[in-house]
């Protein structure tokens, strides 16, 4: 049973960049969230995407954005990257709206450093 | 507002000692609990969450927590550390009832493990 997997582990990007990150949910998930964790920090809450929306977001700026593909995969998009945004993105899945019996399941992460 | 306060940053024990962990959270509604361990370079892994239908919650790896409303606490324990056990612990809350995927996570706390 495939865990939730994300691409590419590492990347670095230079300020004023945009990047392109991607997440595939576990098998039998329906719903994808994203999360920033910056470095000795706990993870932040990005944004939700469930039947292809955003269903919640979190205090980020508009420059994050995200997409959810029909097979549940999704993508998460930063836009003039700023050092700030230096952090490792983790993508999590469960299924929506069934509370606390579909705890998340998180990926490994990509590690994103600008300079 | 749902927040989550972890107290102590960093906690040491000796290999067989008893491991606490200490978590406080604010909450305007019932809420739902949980805790998560990062290994180096990994994502979060779920150790237990708290249902409502026991205040006494047991997870992997010989971990548990005990809900207390009256205290506003929910704090992990585990009777006997292994150097396994050396990894960072973060207790979140569920901000939407009924929807897991907006979790407020605590600041976490760096578990060290002696010989």
């Known amino acids: ?115 | 507002a749902q927040s989550v306060t972890q107290l102590g940053s960093h906690v040491s024990v000796s290999e067989g000692a008893l491991v606490l962990l200490r978590c406080n959270y604010s909450s305007s509604v019932p809420p739902y609990l949980f805790w998560y361990v990062q290994y180096p370079n990994q994502g979060l892994q779920l150790l237990l969450k708290y249902t409502s239908a026991a205040t006494l919650v047991k997870g992997i790896n010989g971990f548990e927590a005990e809900f207390k409303k009256s205290e506003t606490s929910f704090h992990l324990t585990k009777p006997s550390a292994h150097m396994r056990d050396a990894a960072e612990y973060f207790c979140a809350v569920s901000v939407v009832a009924g929807n897991t995927g907006k979790l407020i996570f605590g600041q976490g706390t760096t578990l060290q493990v002696k010989p």
Do not use: M
């Open chain 1, 1 to 115: 049973d495939a865990g939730v997997t994300q691409s590419p582990t590492h990347l670095i990007k230079t300020r004023g960049q945009q990047v392109t990150l991607r997440c595939s949910p576990k098998s039998g998930h329906d719903t994808v969230s994203w999360y920033q964790q910056a470095l000795g920090q706990g993870p932040q809450f990005i944004f939700q995407y469930y039947e292809e929306e955003e269903r919640q977001r979190g205090n980020f700026p508009d420059r994050f954005s995200g997409h959810q593909f029909p097979n549940y995969s999704s993508e998460l998009n930063v836009n003039a990257l700023l050092l700030g945004d230096s952090a490792l993105y983790l993508c999590a899945s469960n299924n929506y709206g069934t509370g606390v019996s579909s705890p998340l399941h998180f990926g490994n992460g990509t590690r994103l450093t600008v300079t």
